[in-house]
């Protein structure tokens, strides 16, 4: 995967959040290699992107006062604190949603990985957050009009097989997560 890919993301981020709630947030000039999403946001939201041969997820993080600000005027719709919430979960990820559909389209994608098709997108508060296995990929920011960072994340990668051992017909699951991957998902159990 290319840097190209990630600063491809921070554009088409940058260029939704402006069609969708007419505010700025300003692309980061670098990106940089990361095996995970390892920021902390209060919102994290996420998309599968795949094919036949190649899978991947997006991750954008936003902080509450970027989400405060960039759903005032939606938020108004809602009339009770349970509406509040899910609205602010249902904006949140169709912003991911359009933005990961532009993205998709985008003429480096394309060029990389053919047709990428997208999943239904997950937002998680701060407390909900998944685990994130290990997967090759880059980490950048846009800043927000307010000052505040945007973070995202974008990886990309061929699919693994977890295939039967020789020996057996047992599967070495350690040869399909790679070290402390395996040791974290065994201690989250």
Partial sequence: MEPIIAEVL?????????????????????????????????????ISLANQQYQGQMVVGFPKRVVDDMLEEVMQLASCPEESKLLLKASLGELLNNAAGFYAQRAPLLKAYDSLDLSTPNVYEKSEVPFFCKSEGFIGQLTYSSGDMINCYISISPYLFLNKSDDDDSFDIGSFLAGDDLDDLLNGI
């Fill in 10 to 46: 921070l554009e088409v981020i940058s260029e939704n959040i402006n069609l969708m709630f007419q505010k700025r947030a300003t692309p980061g000039s670098t990106v940089e290699h990361a095996l995970r999403p390892d920021f902390e946001n209060d919102f994290m939201c996420m």
